[in-house]
């Protein structure tokens, strides 16, 4: 067969957010060998960047049509996330190899059923102990996500007319309530109500969730921040944060327990050289090793996370060390050429083994 391997992903969006990101990175590093394709199913918002790697289509969550798109297309491998409705739709169509990619726990969304899977990939150590449970443990395989490193480091960092004496304490993150953002900016309140911390400032990267009937939380988070005035700035939606995260001077994740894997944007902090405060919840600590690349904090301790702030704002030196810690972790465990060819490795593998289009006829 001359074309090249078709691979779709399946996923609820494809808009800003750490997984179709990641994806972004991932097809844009093996177009050269396999052809991409983006199917969300419950946003037609789709950033138009991902159009230069990937055919993109927004099709309703409906097993038989989606199994239709898969086998009108011809599509070798599909992986998905999430939602099993994916893997029966590509069992339906008869793809000839499936492959689930799981980022934690989330509520039990990575512990649904596994048959008619080719494998699962698990992009944290803690998830899979709970799916070798459920499949074969050969089956499982660990990839983490991949970050281009020196583009996070090369990046001219945005302050936003900030002074250099500032110290921007900054977060990336789809605006939804699990993330917890509210946490951050009472904490920011709290700080700059002592005069000693007059100097630090507070941006927020990221927009509103544009999956449908996800709950708009924008204006009620510029209306929490407005006692910070001119000291907080809420960038909206950027397809590429890397100058916004090489502007920060402490990077965080506020989450509740069970809205994260391992969250994208601290991947992108730790490769910008940046201190972490986040709390320890989901696979987190399998990245922030406590007073090493950052410090951890309880979910929802609004007096503990005030406290880490506090640590590392007095302490410019302890920024800068923990930030090269994190520099560090991430060209050794997180690289993006090393983390796509482990994908591309599994890609090769399982259409050897499993064959390309057509397995069976279409029904």
């Known amino acids: 067969m001359s074309r090249k391997p078709r691979i779709a992903f399946l996923l609820q969006m494809f808009g800003v957010g750490g997984m179709p990101q990641w994806l972004y990175r991932l097809a844009a590093s093996l177009r050269d060998e396999f052809d991409f394709y983006f199917i969300a199913t419950h946003s037609d918002y789709i950033l138009p960047e991902y159009r230069a790697v990937a055919h993109t289509a927004h099709l309703p969550p409906s097993k038989w049509r989606l199994a239709a798109w898969l086998a009108r297309h011809q599509i070798d491998l599909v992986q998905f996330a999430n ?89 990336t993150s789809r605006l939804a309530g699990g993330k917890n953002i509210s946490l951050l900016i009472q904490a920011v309140l709290r700080l700059r109500a002592e005069p000693r911390h007059e100097h630090v400032r507070l941006v927020i990267c990221g927009g509103d969730n544009t999956e449908r009937g996800a709950p708009p939380m924008l204006a009620a988070l510029q209306a929490e921040a407005a006692p910070l005035g001119a000291s907080v700035v809420f960038t909206g939606e950027v397809a590429d944060p890397a100058a916004i995260t090489a502007g920060y001077d402490i990077a965080t994740c506020t989450s509740r327990p069970e809205n994260e894997g391992i969250p994208n944007s601290l991947l992108e902090g730790m490769a ?25 904090v309880p979910s929802d301790d609004l007096p503990a996370l005030t406290e880490a702030l ?15 810690a994190g520099q560090a972790r991430i060209a050794r465990d997180f690289d993006l050429a090393a983390q796509a060819e482990k994908y591309a490795a599994l890609y090769r593998q399982l259409l050897a083994e499993h064959g390309r289009w057509p397995r069976r006829a279409w029904r």
């Not at 799981?102 to 509520?107: P, Q, V």
């Not at 506090?310 to 090269?324: H, N, T, V």
């Open 83 to 171: 939602l099993r409705l994916y893997a029966d739709a590509a069992r339906l169509a008869g793809v000839p190899a499936i492959v689930e990619r799981t980022d934690g726990l989330r509520n039990g969304a990575a512990l649904g059923p596994k048959h008619g899977l080719a494998a699962v990939v698990a992009s944290t150590q803690g998830t899979i102990p709970h799916i070798a449970r459920l499949i074969d443990r050969q089956k499982i395989h660990l990839i983490y996500n991949g970050i281009d490193h020196a583009h996070y480091q090369q990046a001219t960092p945005e302050r936003f007319g900030f002074a250099p004496e500032d110290v921007l304490i900054g977060r």
């Open 272 to 296: 910008a050289g940046k201190p972490l405060v986040a709390t320890a919840v989901g696979d987190i600590p399998e990245i922030l090793t406590e007073g090493d690349n950052g410090l951890l």
């Open 310 to 324: 506090a640590r590392l704002i007095a302490d410019p030196a302890l920024r800068q060390q923990m930030g090269a």
